[in-house]
T-cell receptor, first 114, second 114 residues
Framework: DQQVKQNSPSLSVQEGRISILNCDYT??????FLWYKKYPAEGPTFLISISSIKDKNEDGRFTVFLNKSAKHLSLHIVPSQPGDSAVYFC?????????????FGRGTQLTVWP | EPEVTQTPSHQVTQMGQEVILRCVPISNHLYFYWYRQILGQKVEFLVSFYNNEISEKSEIFDDQFSVERPDGSNFTLKIRSTKLEDSAMYFC????????????FGPGTRLTVT
């Protein structure tokens, strides 16, 4: 079951530069996408989301872009900070699924170095 | 800020034993979920729960698993006869209502089956 894919297991970025995390999906029923951040020994923390009726959503340093035709979304973090170092999960939800079951990717470990 | 809590943080049990994992969702939330993450793998949906009933369950959630909301605040996951492959992080999540896509996760319980 690989409906949500994060093909890069890790990403290393210098502090102050842009981090771009990518996510692909296969299920056309998905209509809402979320990014979660996870630190070791903690649960996933909601970061930012986007509805399929939009192609961009911005919240401070975080911007998510959605390309529906390519079934691709990306999370941009500008500028990156050492505290952003964590595992980032892409997740998707579709109205075809009752009560908001989330489908997760495998995650990307982001390391921001000084 | 309200948060989802889970106990215990770490549970070690022998194969074949029963375990109960406990969660206290955010107080005014109405929809509840269990997910699990086997080490190195993605977060996987187990079950969703609303109005004292299971709404949806995955193929992982077989007859060995059960959920309950015994007292209006706790939400529990029971595994009747644990197997080695049940070793994982188990996350509880909740949302306010079905219009809210953002699920709030607890810190997780690490279950180790020996």
């Amino acid at each position: 079951d690989q409906q949500v894919k994060q093909n890069s297991p890790s990403l290393s970025v210098q502090e102050g530069r842009i981090s771009i995390l990518n996510c692909d999906y296969t299920n056309s029923m998905f209509d809402y996408f979320l990014w979660y951040k996870k630190y070791p020994a903690e649960g996933p923390t909601f970061l930012i989301s986007i509805s399929s009726i939009k192609d961009k959503n911005e919240d401070g340093r975080f911007t998510v872009f959605l390309n529906k035709s390519a079934k691709h979304l990306s999370l941009h973090i500008v500028p990156s900070q050492p505290g952003d170092s964590a595992v980032y999960f892409c997740a998707a939800n579709g109205r075809g699924s009752t009560l908001g079951r989330l489908y997760f990717g495998r995650g990307t470990q982001l390391t921001v170095w000084p | 800020e309200p948060e989802v809590t889970q106990t215990p943080s770490h549970q070690v049990t022998q194969m074949g034993q029963e375990v109960i994992l406990r969660c206290v969702p955010i107080s005014n939330h109405l929809y509840f979920y269990w997910y699990r993450q086997i080490l190195g793998q993605k977060v996987e949906f187990l079950v969703s729960f609303y109005n004292n009933e299971i709404s949806e369950k995955s193929e992982i959630f077989d007859d060995q698993f059960s959920v309950e909301r015994p007292d209006g605040s706790n939400f529990t996951l029971k595994i009747r006869s644990t197997k080695l492959e049940d070793s994982a992080m188990y996350f509880c999540a909740s949302i306010l209502d079905i219009a809210s896509y953002e699920q709030y996760f607890g810190p997780g319980t690490r279950l180790t089956v020996t």
